[in-house]
């Protein structure tokens, strides 16, 4: 089977514009944050990342209920305002918590 060249050539650019439409759609996808209802959504690398923290303690986190999540194709993911109240709420409760325990030591 043997083709000519120019037939060959017409694949290959057929082929090329191929691959930089493919590499266009890529690079949109990955500039493109995900979002919900306009709110961009984290996974939970990001997440991990962000709070320097362990895939348990997230777990620990999702499972007491105080960080809501969303499954979206088998992957989880967390509302950038979810994970800003969750931090608010979990830095306002550290003092509360210092001061429930150092009344218990004087109490005692």
Do not use: F
């Given at each position: 089977m043997n083709i000519?060249?120019?037939e060959f050539v017409g694949w290959m650019e057929r082929i090329m514009d191929r691959f930089d439409l493919l590499a266009d759609q890529i690079?949109?996808?990955k500039t493109r944050p995900n979002t919900v209802?306009?709110?961009e959504l984290l996974d939970?690398?990001?997440?991990?990342e962000m709070l320097k923290i362990s895939a348990r303690s997230l777990q620990?986190?999702?499972s007491s209920g105080r960080l809501p999540y969303y499954t979206i194709s088998g992957k989880l993911y967390y509302?950038?305002?979810d994970?800003?109240?969750f931090i608010r709420e979990s830095f306002n409760a550290f003092p509360r918590?210092?001061?429930?325990?150092?009344?218990a030591k004087e109490g005692q």
């Open positions: 000519d060249r120019s690079k949109q996808k209802d306009g709110e939970n690398y990001d997440l991990l620990r986190y999702r509302k950038h305002s994970v800003h109240r918590e210092r001061k429930k325990r150092s009344q």
